[in-house]
């Protein structure tokens, strides 16, 4: 997976990814690819974070939908979205920006981190 921000602040998105047979990989900047590229290994879980100007002014809300089971929770700044096992496939991530304190948004999307799921 890759993030891309434009916009009129410095900084960016940096995405670390849990992958199979690794583990946690190291953050890696907006223009490289998070995870496996084309990989045998499954990628279960994600961490993002804002750099630079962009973590001055932001939040960055992030979730992952697995197949057979929908949307897991959200995660906020650095925090594990996505799933323990990798007996899941990841079809899609959301990720949301949010000015810092928009209160209201917030509330809608309270971080709940990884989620350890049953087979």
Do not use: C, F
Request: glycine share 14%; aromatic share 10%.
């Amino acid at each position: 997976m890759r993030v891309d921000v434009d916009g009129r602040y410095s900084g960016g998105v940096q995405v670390a990814a849990k992958v199979e047979g690794d583990g946690w990989r190291s953050y890696v900047r907006d223009t490289k690819v998070a995870g496996t590229y084309h990989g045998k290994n499954r990628t279960s879980a994600y961490k993002m974070r804002l750099t630079g100007e962009m973590a001055k002014r932001y939040d960055i809300y992030y979730r992952v939908h697995v197949s057979g089971i929908g949307w897991l929770g959200w995660a906020k700044n650095g925090g594990g979205a996505g799933t323990e096992s990798y007996r899941y496939r990841n079809t899609a991530v959301q990720v949301v920006l949010v000015k810092k304190g928009e209160r209201r948004l917030m509330k809608r999307l309270r971080p709940s981190g990884l989620q350890a799921l049953s087979p």
